[in-house]
């Protein structure tokens, strides 16, 4: 029932696709910023600035990702012991790699034009880490594509979305920093169903769309290791199952 089997992923081979075309789209926008910066540097130091835009350029021409502030976003899989007590081992495993499966998919397939990794699955549950937050929503909206394939045919899926923001040290596929324990410690508290933000993640992300702060609700706050309070929690309103992609791709002009 898998649309696409472990052996015929080609996710490294897309994944760069998108990487260069990434890239390409970045450079043509450097060109269109160095003219900018170049033109507001003072005339005392324009060889000071052009060798600052190099370095960014440098840097870019370089592909890797690095270190740095991202949002931090798990996804687990909602009632996995559950099935697994009814449906055995074996049923178990093959329902947890199409949902790992459709993760990654749905990363290639979603029009995300910003970094965007899948770092690693843990048991029923996946770890990204994104640039930008309507990119986030393009890709969970893909992601709820995928899975509803299988619920035509009788197996439901449904999972929560956590959503932190904080400094990540990217080393291989083990993103290590305070911000992605934390996220961990949000699952029980987030709703099947929902896509939730610590309140941190929330400051940053509600200038992103066009709903703004309208869009979310405060749902609850939970105890994070290095808060002397416990933390808000907000969850993005959701009204109908297309909304997340209507929700990312909608301008000012038409806020609600």
């Not at 990363?107 to 990119?135: M, R, T, Y």
């Not at 029980?188 to 929902?194: C, H, L, N, W, Y």
């Amino acid at each position: 029932m898998l649309s696409r089997s472990l052996d015929s992923l080609t996710i490294p081979v897309r994944f760069m696709n998108k990487q260069d075309d990434l890239l390409n789209t970045q450079y043509y926008s450097l060109d269109k910023i160095q003219a900018e910066f170049l033109k507001y540097a003072p005339a005392y130091a324009q060889e000071e600035a052009k060798q600052a835009i190099y370095k960014v350029f440098e840097l870019q021409k370089q592909g890797v990702l690095r270190s740095g502030l991202y949002y931090i976003v798990l996804t687990d899989l909602v009632g996995s012991t559950k099935f697994g007590a009814e449906n055995g081992n074996e049923a178990l495993t093959k329902r947890i790699q199409y949902f790992v499966l459709s993760s990654i998919n749905a990363l290639n397939d979603a029009p995300i034009k910003n970094v965007s990794l899948f770092v690693k699955e843990i048991g029923d549950a996946v770890l990204f880490v994104f640039q930008h937050f309507p990119d986030i929503l393009l890709w969970a909206s893909a992601f709820r594509e995928y899975l509803g394939v299988m619920q035509r045919v009788g197996e439901v899926f449904e999972i929560r979305v956590c959503v932190n923001v904080g400094e990540v040290s990217l080393q291989g596929v083990n993103p290590l920093s305070l911000a992605v324990s934390q996220t961990f410690k949000m699952e029980k508290a987030v709703p099947a169903g929902r896509v939730v933000l610590t309140e941190a993640a929330y400051h940053v992300a509600w200038p992103t769309l066009a709903r703004a702060y309208h869009g979310f609700k405060q749902i609850t706050s939970i105890q994070l290791d290095g808060f002397l309070k416990a933390v808000p929690l907000y969850q993005l309103e959701m009204h109908d199952k297309d909304d997340l992609e209507r929700i990312a791709k909608e301008r000012l002009d038409q806020n609600p």
